[in-house]
Every structure is written in structure tokens, then in C-alpha cells.
């Protein structure tokens, strides 16, 4: 009876990191989705709203990775992407089942694999539901003369903009006298904030449970066995 009991236990466990990691990605998913289309069909292109003198909505698209960053093709990252998502949520699936996995390693991929979810959507979907408009127009989801694009070749959407500190270079400052700096300047999205939390906590806290899943479970293993001695 106590075998079945603590056995039940541990299938519960497993379990509940799973739930865990589909509540994760799902309420991240939603909030990064309801702030974009709220963004995309209030804001025009290149509107900037001042919430505090450190952090303004500014509506931005861009065709590459976080941050606003371009790198190599679009359809290429595209596919990247969906390709990293795919392992990756396997990977989680697989590490919920081993006892040994902890809760806030669950967190940090799910987070990642919710942000580039995130995005993924923007660039497979936004291009065939949204119009692009010249501004001061905004844009409107599911127009009648069809999307700005074809599938896979959306722009992602940005707005969370920063500028936490701004001054003028001294002249006499080599290279960048004279000129104004601010920083943070990238503007950046909800996405983009669930994969730089989840890939910084990886590597400043869980660093040490990288590993492949018969990794993990040859760890269960020899835990459960010191337990037992």
C-alpha cells in the first residue's frame, strides 16, 4: 500500500510540472498576444506614448529576432524557430516525468519556448491578418482587401520602450562627442522579456541541469538509490 501510495506521489509530481509548464506558456502566450493586437489596431507605425519620463508604448515591427535585431533570412528564422520550439517542448514534456527535475528549471524553458511562441505567431500569421496602413492610420485585423503579407513572412510586433537615461556626449569625448545618447534604447516586446528571463536564469541558476533526458533520469536513479541506503 505505501509503495502504491508513494508511487501515485511521484506520478502526481511529474504531472503537475507539465501543468505547470502549459499554464506557463499559455498565460504568457495570451498577455504577449492581447498586448500586440491591442498595439497594432490602436497604435499607427512609429506612435510613441509617454507612460513615465523612463518608459514609454512605442509601436515598432521589425523582420528578425528579439530586440528588434535582423539576422539572415526571414522564412529561414521562421522555420528556425518553430524547429527550436518543437524540441524544446519535448524536451519539456520529457524532463516533467523524472522526480529528480526541478520546478524552477521548468520555468526557465517554458518561459522560452513561450516567447519565441510569442513571436513565431507574428511572423507566420500577422502578415495575412493584418493591413499596413500608411500613418496616421492604424491598422485593422481581418481586412477586407486581405493582409499585408503571405504566410510565414509577418512582422514581429514591438512596444515596450525604456530610455533609462539619455545625455549629451561632452565634445571632447573621442568618436561620440556631440552626440545624444539613451539608454536602454531597444524596443522590445512581452516575448522578448519571457526569453531573456527564462535564457538569464538558466544560465545564472540552473546552469548545472542542462542535460539530456537519460541524463536526468540516470540521476533519478542513483538519487532513489543513496535514499534507499
Given at each position: 500500500?505505501?509503495?502504491d ?9 511529474r504531472n503537475?510540472?507539465?501543468w505547470?509548464a502549459?499554464i ?10 492581447a ?8 497604435f499607427?507605425?512609429?506612435?510613441e ?12 515591427e521589425?523582420n528578425g ?25 519535448w ?7 523524472i ?13 522560452i ?7 513565431i ?12 496602413p ?6 485593422e485585423?481581418?481586412?477586407e ?5 503571405s ?20 565634445t ?9 545618447f539613451i ?47
Amino acid at each position: 500500500m505505501n509503495t502504491d501510495r508513494s508511487s501515485s506521489h511521484a506520478t502526481s509530481g511529474r504531472n503537475s510540472l507539465v501543468w505547470l509548464a502549459a499554464i506557463i506558456i499559455a498565460a504568457v502566450l495570451i498577455a504577449d498576444q492581447a498586448l500586440k493586437i491591442w498595439v497594432k489596431t490602436h497604435f499607427y507605425l512609429g506612435e510613441e506614448v509617454k507612460i513615465f519620463s523612463w518608459f514609454r508604448l512605442m509601436f515598432v515591427e521589425n523582420n528578425g529576432m528579439a530586440f528588434g535585431m535582423e539576422i539572415g533570412s526571414k522564412l529561414l528564422l521562421t522555420v528556425l524557430r518553430i524547429c527550436l520550439v518543437i524540441v524544446l517542448l519535448w524536451y519539456i514534456r520529457t524532463i516533467g516525468k523524472i522526480h529528480c527535475v526541478k520546478r524552477g528549471y521548468i520555468v526557465c524553458l517554458s518561459l522560452i519556448v513561450a516567447g519565441a511562441l510569442g513571436n513565431i505567431i507574428d511572423c507566420v500569421f500577422y502578415g495575412e491578418i493584418f493591413n499596413d496602413p500608411f500613418p496616421p492610420k492604424v491598422a485593422e485585423l481581418f481586412p477586407e482587401g486581405g493582409g499585408y503579407g503571405s504566410w510565414l513572412h509577418g512582422k514581429v510586433v514591438d512596444m515596450l520602450y525604456f530610455p533609462l537615461l539619455s545625455f549629451d556626449w561632452p565634445t571632447w569625448v573621442p568618436v561620440v562627442g556631440g552626440n545624444h545618447f539613451i539608454f536602454f534604447q531597444p524596443v522590445f516586446n512581452l516575448a522578448d522579456s519571457a526569453i531573456t528571463v527564462g535564457v538569464l536564469s538558466l544560465i545564472f541558476f540552473y546552469s548545472k541541469e542542462i542535460a539530456s533526458p537519460s541524463q536526468l533520469r540516470k540521476s533519478a536513479k542513483e538519487n532513489a538509490n543513496k535514499t534507499d541506503r
